[in-house]
């Protein structure tokens, strides 16, 4: 859940050498890694040959043609990794490493939280910020709005309420059609700064 909304998709772990028949049986698996937006590396952060499964990893996206998708390394499984400190030494070598991955155990919810605002953040750097105006005639695409935008500010009028919103300019620019036109006033037609 977020706005954009973001669909995952797990795929099946690279494996280096993989027998051609399982290779054909999981191409439409790996089409679709290469069709994505976003891909979360994801790697055993306690495994002593993760540098193995990265070659590997790097070697089948480039097979596939998937080399240029973005991608999030994130290291999972930290808590395996040994106690407390030795987990935060752990974190602290990979981050150290590869400032931008991730460090996260799948068993701590703050840890997927911190994951979850990390891809959100990947999808919101194409959203644009626009002021949109909702009369109240037309209410009923609160939900819509709410459902496509990131909703910055809403202040009430007595015509309607305006909103200031981020979003993909496509999904702002289908609520300004669906809205109609819109009598401007002085009040109305103030400049939104990015």
């Known amino acids: 859940e977020g706005v954009p909304r973001v669909l995952v998709?797990?795929?099946?772990?690279?494996?280096?050498?993989?027998?051609h028949d399982l290779v054909a049986s999981f191409k439409s698996t790996l089409e679709e890694a290469a069709e994505a937006s976003l891909l979360l590396h994801v790697v055993d952060a306690g495994d002593p040959g993760f540098e193995r499964q990265l070659d590997v990893t790097v070697q089948v996206l480039e097979e596939i043609g998937a080399s240029a998708v973005p991608r999030l390394l994130v290291f999972n499984k930290i808590d395996q990794v040994g106690d407390a400190r030795a987990q935060a030494a752990r974190g602290k070598a990979l981050r150290a490493r590869f400032p931008k991955c991730i460090?996260?155990?799948?068993?701590?919810?703050?840890?997927?939280?911190?994951?979850?605002?990390?891809?959100?953040?990947?999808f919101r750097k194409g959203l644009v910020k626009a002021e949109l105006f909702l009369p109240w005639s037309a209410?009923?695409?609160?939900g819509p709005l709410f459902a496509s935008c990131v909703v910055v500010e809403e202040r009430a009028d007595p015509e309607g309420t305006f909103f200031?919103?981020?979003?993909?300019?496509?999904?702002?620019?289908?609520l300004r059609e669906q809205i109609g036109p819109v009598?401007?006033?002085?009040?109305?037609?103030r400049p939104v700064p990015e």
């Open 9 to 19: 998709s797990d795929t099946v772990g690279f494996i280096k050498n993989l027998p």
């Open 103 to 122: 460090v996260v155990s799948a068993l701590a919810p703050e840890d997927a939280a911190r994951l979850h605002a990390a891809i959100l953040a990947v």
């Open 139 to 142: 209410q009923k695409l609160r």
């Open 164 to 174: 200031t919103v981020r979003g993909r300019r496509k999904d702002i620019d289908a």
């Open 183 to 189: 009598k401007t006033s002085k009040a109305r037609a």
